[in-house]
């Protein structure tokens, strides 16, 4: 079972377009696939349907629209990714059934600080 949020892409129905709400913030997504070269591709949309983003490839293991600064980006970082870490790239074969496009939104546990909690000073 999956650590993280991911996106609910429904490969059998590819292209598929759906609505996602993230941060109070209602987005468009349409997941397609390119035959002739065969990788996925993700295009992005406001509730208006006004083109954000359109054919961002997803490479496993990198962020969707990683170095572009747009305010009208979703926040958090989405992450195509494989949590077992064994897929190589993103295939018909495992694409949502062990990769998936993840949030990144888990919080990190701070390190322990010494002394934290030690009663002697």
């Given at each position: 079972m999956a650590i993280r949020e991911y996106l609910p892409v429904d490969i059998d129905d590819i292209p598929e377009r759906f609505d996602v709400d993230i941060e109070d913030e209602t987005?468009?997504?349409q997941v397609n696939y390119n035959m002739s070269q065969k990788y996925y591709t993700i295009d992005l949309y406001s509730s208006d349907e006004d083109p954000i983003m359109l054919g961002?490839?997803?490479v496993l293991n990198e962020s969707l629209w990683e170095?572009?600064?747009d305010e009208r980006l979703p926040a958090p970082?989405?992450?195509p990714m494989d949590e077992s870490g064994l897929a190589k790239a993103i295939t018909p074969?495992?694409?949502m059934k062990t990769v998936f496009i993840f949030f990144d939104n888990i919080v990190q546990d701070l390190e322990p600080t010494l002394g934290e909690g030690d009663s002697d000073g």
């Open positions: 987005f468009i997504f961002e490839k997803l170095g572009i600064y970082t989405l992450i074969d495992n694409f």
